[in-house]
Structures are given as structure tokens and as C-alpha cells.
């Protein structure tokens, strides 16, 4: 059975390596088009990676509050538990941008076309120039229509524990006057952020009601949006 499970492992990482580079490449190509071309695309190339996830490794996706997603932009605070967020969150949430290391922008190809869906990037060696770029540059993006993400745990960690919230994505949310969107999801059980072998199962995704910011600090609001995840984890785990 595990020799198995490499062998299907191995296989959709060819698939998704090949997805990844397909699209990539078109993103760059598409650089110059006007709108959010590159946002589509990405999530296009979302929708193909977990179509060959199931496939190959039997793994499904379930989504529950889908309803819960407003039309206007929102701070959206989730967990922080495999890369597997990274691509499926393009498809559940347009348009969108995320908060990544600038590093991530220098890899050919793939960093070139992350550049293009316009994230805020940072440098994590400067932590107090990171979160004046965060809420400065998030301020624009929201005014602009789109959605922030943050993963306010800070590091992937595949375990079910939570690690406290930093409060960077609800500052961001009270100074910009947007809801805060809590996510929860539970990818590490099948997309390990330690391994490169998948396991089959379902991933549980759930989405919480817009936490309102008038009238709130931005600590008691993360810990509000780090309790509503607690929550879930015992729920679904």
C-alpha cells in the first residue's frame, strides 16, 4: 500500500509540475492584458491541480459556508497548514491577493507569473518595514476590489494544533474598515507540508460568517477569529 501511494504521489507531482509550468509560462506571456487575466488563469490552473490530486491520489474537497463569502473585499485569516491552500484558495476566492516572501517572486517561471496576480510581497528580514508594506499595501489592494489573505499563524505546520494568531491581519482589516473572513481547513492530513507523499481523504474547508470591525481592537478580534478556528479544528479533525 505505501509503495503505492508513492507511485500515485509521484505521478501527480509530475502532472502538477507540468500544470504549474503551463501555466506559469501563459501568465507571463499574458503580462501586458488588461484586468485580472493572470488571477484567472491561476485559478484555472487551481481547478486542474485538484481534479489531478483526485485522480491520482483519491483525495476529494469539501467546502462548507460557501454562502458565507460576501461580495465586497475582505481580510480573510485561515490556518496555515500545507501548500495545498496556496493553489486551492485561487479558485475560492477571486479576486485575491496574498502575502508571500519576496523571495518566492525571484523563482523563474513560477515567481515571474506570481508577480503578474499582483501578492504583497515582503521581507521577512525587516519585520517592522513588513508590517507597515502589509497595511499600506493592503489598504490598496481592498480599495481595489480584491481580498487579502493572511495566514496569521505565520508558519506552515501541518498539525491539527493551532499556533496563536498575530494580529497583522485584523490591524489590517480595522484600518482599511473591512470584515475579517475566517477559514479553517484541515489539507495537512492529506498534502503534508513535510512530505511529498499525498494520503487519500477529504479536505474539509470551512468558511465562518464575516467577523465586523467597528467598534473592536484588533486583539480581541484575532483571538475572536483564533476561537472560531479552535472550534472548527475539534469539529472537523
Not at 500515485?8 to 504549474?20: D, E, K, T
Not at 499582483?118 to 525587516?126: D, E, F, L, Q, V
Amino acid at each position: 500500500m505505501q509503495l503505492l501511494n508513492s507511485l500515485r504521489s509521484l505521478l501527480f507531482q509530475i502532472g502538477f509540475l507540468a500544470i504549474v509550468i503551463i501555466g506559469s509560462a501563459i501568465s507571463c506571456l499574458l503580462f501586458w492584458w488588461p484586468g485580472l487575466i493572470s488571477q484567472r488563469l491561476a485559478a484555472l490552473s487551481s481547478r486542474a491541480i485538484m481534479l489531478w490530486l483526485q485522480l491520482c491520489c483519491g483525495v476529494k474537497v469539501e467546502v462548507i459556508g460557501r454562502a458565507n463569502i460576501p461580495a465586497d473585499p475582505v481580510v480573510i485569516l485561515s490556518n496555515h497548514q500545507s501548500t495545498w491552500e496556496t493553489f486551492f484558495f485561487w479558485q475560492l476566492f477571486q479576486p485575491m491577493a496574498f502575502i508571500l516572501k519576496r523571495e518566492l517572486l525571484r523563482i523563474p517561471l513560477f515567481g515571474w507569473a506570481l508577480a503578474t496576480t499582483k501578492p504583497i510581497a515582503i521581507s521577512r528580514g525587516n519585520p517592522g518595514g513588513a508590517i507597515r508594506h502589509v497595511l499600506r499595501a493592503g489598504r490598496a489592494r481592498l480599495k481595489a476590489g480584491s481580498s487579502v489573505i493572511i495566514y496569521p499563524e505565520g508558519t506552515r505546520r501541518t498539525s491539527q494544533t493551532l499556533q496563536p494568531y498575530k494580529t497583522s491581519g485584523a490591524a489590517l482589516a480595522k484600518a482599511a474598515g473591512s470584515a475579517i473572513l475566517p477559514v479553517y481547513h484541515n489539507a495537512g492530513i492529506c498534502w503534508p507540508v513535510e512530505s511529498w507523499r499525498k494520503q487519500p481523504g477529504v479536505i474539509t474547508v470551512v468558511i465562518g460568517e464575516p467577523i465586523e470591525t467597528a467598534g473592536e481592537d484588533p486583539r480581541t478580534l484575532t483571538l475572536r477569529a483564533q476561537e472560531w478556528a479552535h472550534q472548527q479544528a475539534k469539529n472537523i479533525n
